[in-house]
């Protein structure tokens, strides 16, 4: 198994919709109607969750601690952009973070009161060394939440076929971000503490989560 984890979404709302989203406190657990089933059907499945943490906190809390842990140096790698109508997530972190996925798994399923779309969306939660995405079909996802307007559920199948293809952009966003923090990194030669502006690139994060709400 990958000590890379990630989680990633992407949400149709309006401009608006994503600040308000930005502000608004990340929802309790009963945002998610079956919490215990995270990992059935997929890859995890027999593994049932009844230790969640619920973190109190906004989004843009969340969101601008990881970019700031970025900036240190720290894995948590971070492209959160309101694009074409929609919010895109790619959250990549080293090991398995448990409050860190919990925190975003429920964040997004917040979002689903502020969605454009009555469609229901989804939310990707997988392990993968070189954190890309897998294909549609891959057997090694490991949890599937759909979200709605009214709250969001664990699914234990589901064709994943346009929702990986919809997220072809943020992945592509994220490598960007991935490969200029490689050639900082490679350059760095000094005594300081290591510290970059990169991953706060309005291309990889939207100035909104960055701004004194």
Known sequence: MSDSFLVATRIPMSREGFERWLD??????????NPEAMFDGWLWHGDRRDDWSTPELTPRAFLADRVEQACQGKPAVTVLLH???ALEAYLFDMGYRRPVVDAA?????????VKSDPAEDTVLFWAETGGNLFDADDDGWLAVLSVGRDGARFVADRD???VVAGLRPAEDAFFDLVA??????EDWDSDEPYRTGTPRDPAHVDP??????
């Open 24 to 33: 608004t406190p990340v929802p309790g657990l009963d945002v998610i109607a």
């Open 83 to 85: 694009r074409d109508g």
């Open 105 to 113: 798994l429920l964040m997004f399923a917040g979002a689903g009161a």
């Open 160 to 162: 994943l076929t346009d």
């Open 180 to 185: 200029v923090l490689a050639e900082e990194e």
């Open 208 to 213: 909104a989560v960055l701004a004194t709400p």
